[in-house]
């Protein structure tokens, strides 16, 4: 009877067991989306918009990458603003959760932006090749795509999915449709579909591909104008082409007034509004260069932006400052400048105020910038005539005073020429040192991978893809390196011994971190005792911190000899 009850149990328990997981899997099952998704091809970025419907109720959804967007994944932007926790991880693909209480029938749109690495090249075209569909564990019910691109092209050829339609328009853009329906979310995760297509630019130089590291835009009014300064690091982004000319991406109602950059004025064409490089950006450092600093002054009449009284001094307008941006910006800076400024009033509240000896700074701060990204202030105040207020006898003072430096100012840099100090400055060698200072980065970030990897923290698949990607970094920075080196070398004769001294204690780090791997490598196969290796361990270590502070040493040495 006791084993008859005992049997009984079981059953009951073995069939509760099933119908739990089968109420967890038609829960899973009951979850469905719909997914319109808009793709904007740009130069050097990719941007994937999805306006997701939620039918169900849910507290997550489930988002996956392919290792190619994994790779090139710039950022990512959620509207409104949700958490993600990243973790998840199927079939070769990573991925994230959106988390929040969805109600059914909810809406939030996902941005992905892509940047540069996102565009491979195969039989001289550009190819994107990402997921057709939106890579999630739950059911996609209904969706549609678009791609299209501000970019004019002479050919575009789509080979997946089945049933895109491509269309090439006058102007020599073009976009790509398809829609879908009832995609399975696992299967669709396990079987892949992607989307395929290639496209040959008709002009590269056209739309230059770049992106700018650092932006500071600072913003001062100026009797009836908005004076704009620009200070932009522009880094060279493209595919093998030169870049000669960049339309700087100043407000649109804005007019340029000047561009420089550390040696000078630079040539405008104020027929199309494009800065003419002294030095062109291309990949390769025999005739030009990989980055650029930028001095951009525009102006915009207070009038267009909102109300403005001459006679009071009185204003008040909104500007969106990333206006018109179609560029990624790793770092923005904007600074609202106070001077001759009372009572001002500015809506969002600052990140930073900066007390300067002119007044107050006001700063606002966003990093990875895209073009959807917008930043709207409102300014409000009253300009204060300084110079008018001022009693007759001080006013005579400060024209004295500024003549006598205007001349000083001319005797001393035109009459007797620039001093020595300003031919210290070698424009390429900052660029060389960041290149060698971010190569040791690398080298950490290696250890800091090898180490988390006998740890368990991280899996051997995402290992060797981030592995890669810094080794390709490291070969990058390394023939930046030798292409700087030969140009300074040849134009500053001077510093070729201490260039010389640099590379030669790089060379004899890289030689010890090698060795010291392969030391590593014979002592998990045992072939090296456990003693002889600490002793080999513990030299190579310390040769190597050695020649990373000899490094560190010369690179601050020659930064402050030649800033």
């Not at 491509?166 to 892949?192: C, H």
Request: glycine share 4%; aromatic share 12%.
């Amino acid at each position: 009877m006791k084993q008859k009850k005992l049997a009984i149990s079981i059953v009951l328990l073995i069939f509760s067991f099933l119908i739990v997981n089968l109420s967890n899997v038609n829960a899973n099952d009951e979850i469905f989306l719909k997914v319109k998704r808009e793709i904007t091809l740009n130069p050097a970025h990719l941007i994937v918009k999805d306006e997701i419907t939620v039918l169900n109720k849910t507290d997550k959804i489930p988002v996956y990458l392919s290792e190619y967007e994994y790779v090139s994944l710039y950022t990512i932007w959620i509207v409104p603003q949700k958490p993600i926790q990243w973790g998840l991880f199927y079939e070769r693909k990573y991925g994230f959760y959106i988390i929040g209480d969805f109600e059914a029938n909810s809406n939030i749109t996902l941005y992905r932006i892509y940047d540069d690495k996102i565009f491979l090249e195969e039989n001289n075209s550009l190819k994107i090749q990402i997921p057709a569909y939106f890579l999630t564990e739950y059911n996609v019910v209904e969706g549609s795509v678009k791609v299209s691109s501000p970019l004019k092209v002479s050919s575009v050829d789509v080979k997946s999915p089945p049933g895109a339609n491509r269309t090439q328009y006058a102007d020599q853009t073009f976009s790509i449709t398809y829609s879908f329906k009832n995609i399975k979310g696992m299967e669709e995760l396990a079987n892949t579909t992607n989307l395929i297509f290639y496209f040959n630019l008709k002009d590269p130089t056209e739309v230059p591909w770049v992106k700018i590291e650092k932006m500071g835009r600072k913003l001062t009014i100026e009797g009836e104008k908005l004076r704009i300064e620009d200070e932009i690091l522009l880094k060279y982004a493209g595919r093998g082409e030169k870049i000669e000319k960049w339309i700087p991406n100043i407000l649109p109602k804005s007019k340029l007034i000047s561009a420089k950059d550390s040696l000078g004025d630079l040539e405008i064409d104020t027929l199309k509004g494009a800065i003419k490089l002294r030095n062109p950006l291309i990949p390769i450092f025999e005739s030009g260069t990989l980055k650029v600093t930028l001095f951009i002054s525009s102006e915009i009449k207070l009038s267009e932006l909102g109300y403005y009284d001459s006679n009071s001094g009185n204003f008040n307008f909104k500007i969106d400052v990333l206006e018109g941006n179609p560029f990624l910006i790793d770092y923005f800076e904007v600074t609202v400048s106070n001077s001759f400024i009372s009572n001002l009033i500015l809506d969002p509240q600052p990140d930073e105020i900066v007390q300067t000896k002119d007044g107050i700074d006001y700063k606002y701060i966003r990093t990875r910038v895209f073009s959807e990204i917008s930043l709207m202030l409102k300014l409000e105040g009253k300009q204060v005539t300084y110079y008018g207020s001022l009693t007759l006898f001080v006013q005579i003072l400060v024209i004295v005073f500024l003549i006598s430096a205007i001349s000083l100012i001319y005797f001393r840099y035109f009459y007797l020429g620039k001093p020595m100090i300003a031919e210290r400055k070698v424009p390429l060698l900052d660029d060389y040192l960041s290149a060698m200072e971010s190569i040791l980065l690398d080298y950490e970030e290696m250890d800091k991978l090898e180490e988390k990897l006998k740890k368990g923290l991280i899996n051997k698949n995402e290992f060797n893809i981030r592995m890669n990607i810094l080794r390709k970094d490291i070969d990058s920075k390394e023939r930046e390196i030798r292409s700087l080196s030969r140009i300074i070398k040849q134009k500053y004769p001077e510093l070729t011994k201490s260039l010389n001294e640099l590379e030669e204690y790089y060379s004899t780090l890289v030689k010890e971190i090698k060795e010291l791997k392969e030391a590593n490598k014979l002592y998990e196969i045992k072939k090296i005792p456990s003693d002889k290796f600490k002793k080999i361990y513990d030299e190579r270590n310390r040769t190597i911190r050695n020649y990373k502070g000899k490094i560190d040493s010369l690179v601050s040495e020659l930064r402050e000899k030649y800033k």
